[in-house]
Every structure is written in structure tokens, then in C-alpha cells.
């Protein structure tokens, strides 16, 4: 009984970090675009990219290995916020 409940509580954390990991990447889809280093380009990941692709790619708090859609550039950008962009145009 009181093992069942500990494995309970073990499959509720995942779900939750699961659900938390889901969410920080919707938002950085959603607010924040990538620069190539290489071509000085900005592009933006898709939500659906950025959620199921980044269980399979590696990312690294704000880093994450990207694939530049101009020139095909493919290493670790920083992901910026749209709003910092805003500021400097
Ligand atoms: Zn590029």
C-alpha cells in the first residue's frame, strides 16, 4: 500500500516536469527567434518544432541546436527574445 503510493507520486513528478519542459518551449517558440551566426539572419522555430524536437535535440538553457532555413547552418544558437529586437529597430 504504502509502495503503491510512492510510485504514485514518482509517475506525478515526471508528468509534471514533462508538462513544465512542454510549456518553457511553447513560450520560447512563441516569444523568442534564433540568429544565425553564420548569415546573420533571424528566424523563428515552430511550436510544434520546438516541443517535439527539443526531446530529440540538445538544448542547453537558452542554447539549442538549430538548423538555420536561409543557409543551412546547423549549431548551437541562443534563442532571443522578440521584444529585445523590438527595442533596437
Ligand atoms: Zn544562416
Excluded: W
Aim: a positive charge; glycine letters at 6%.
Amino acid at each position: 500500500m504504502h509502495q503503491s503510493m510512492s510510485v504514485g507520486s514518482t509517475v506525478l513528478l515526471v508528468v509534471i516536469i514533462v508538462v513544465v519542459v512542454l510549456a518553457f518551449n511553447v513560450i520560447k517558440a512563441k516569444n523568442y527567434h534564433y540568429e544565425c551566426p553564420k548569415c546573420q539572419r533571424h528566424f523563428k522555430v515552430g511550436v510544434f518544432e520546438m516541443v517535439f524536437g527539443g526531446m530529440l535535440r540538445v538544448q542547453f538553457f537558452m542554447y539549442r541546436l538549430v538548423r538555420c532555413p536561409y543557409c543551412g547552418n546547423t549549431e548551437m544558437m541562443r534563442a532571443v527574445r522578440d521584444q529585445d529586437e523590438d527595442k533596437n529597430l
